[in-house]
């Protein structure tokens, strides 16, 4: 069965403490992982999409990393504002399957 | 430009009633999906439309869940009879090209937040 796991369920951080989030997924033919942030009361907000493998994309103060059995998100000297619920998914046919976030508060 | 807008963003209804949520995709996307999300979880996956047709409804939890999308625009998710394990937050999503398609990416509504009391 298609799975995706994330861990920490919750993180706090203090502000400009560099952290890892992490994403491990379980899909027959992985066609595309995504990371999204969402806010309180918002819809999920697009950051990445990785295909294959070793690729890595990079936004501020952002970073996703892929290998063929998990994700990482690596925040590097995180400010306030990046508190947020990040969300892993990966594409199943045409559908995507959400993991249940990481919940990432960083202290001024 | 515009993103994707859904109305209402808050709903109250009583156990019993009909209700129905509205979503605006960006205008030229093909594809669109709702997604129901519970307090504390991801959003989980209910429905997708190809411009006018539904081609999955395969996460659409019971047959009081109806959803269409007429003139392959503007899309509405109607529930009936809405009972309290229906309270969620009703996302919508919308893509450029079909769904499944490698450089699809899904850009996301703000919610309807739906309480039954």
């Known amino acids: 069965e298609d799975q995706v796991t994330q861990s920490p369920e919750a993180l706090r951080l203090q502000e400009g403490e560099s952290s890892s989030l992490n994403c491990s997924y379980t899909?027959?033919?992985?066609?595309?992982l995504f990371w999204y942030r969402q806010d309180p009361g918002k819809g999920p907000e697009f950051l990445f999409t990785l295909y294959s493998a070793g690729e890595e994309k990079e936004k501020e103060r952002l970073k996703a990393t892929l290998t063929k059995k998990e994700s990482f998100l690596h925040i590097t000297a995180p400010k306030p504002e990046d508190s947020a619920t990040y969300l892993c998914?990966?594409?199943?046919?045409?559908?995507?399957?959400f993991g249940k976030g990481t919940r990432l508060h960083i202290l001024p | 430009g515009a993103g994707v807008s859904q109305s209402p963003r808050y709903k109250v209804a009583k156990r019993g009633q009909d209700v129905a949520l509205r979503c605006d995709p960006i205008?030229?996307?093909?594809?669109l999906f709702w997604y129901q999300q519970a307090l504390g979880q991801g959003p989980e996956f209910l429905t997708y439309f190809q411009n006018e047709a539904q081609l999955d409804k395969s996460g659409l939890p019971s047959d009081r869940f109806f959803a269409e999308r007429p003139e392959g625009s503007v899309s509405t998710l109607k529930i009936q009879r809405t009972q309290q394990e229906d309270s969620a937050v009703y996302l919508c999503?919308?893509?450029?090209?079909?769904?499944?398609?490698?450089?699809?990416?899904?850009?996301f509504g703000p919610g309807t937040r739906l309480t039954v009391l």
């Open positions: 999503a919308s893509s450029l090209y079909p769904g499944g398609a490698r450089t699809d990416t899904q850009y």
């Open positions: 205008s030229g996307h093909v594809s």
């Open positions: 899909v027959s033919g992985l066609r595309g």
């Open positions: 998914a990966v594409r199943r046919d045409d559908k995507i399957i």
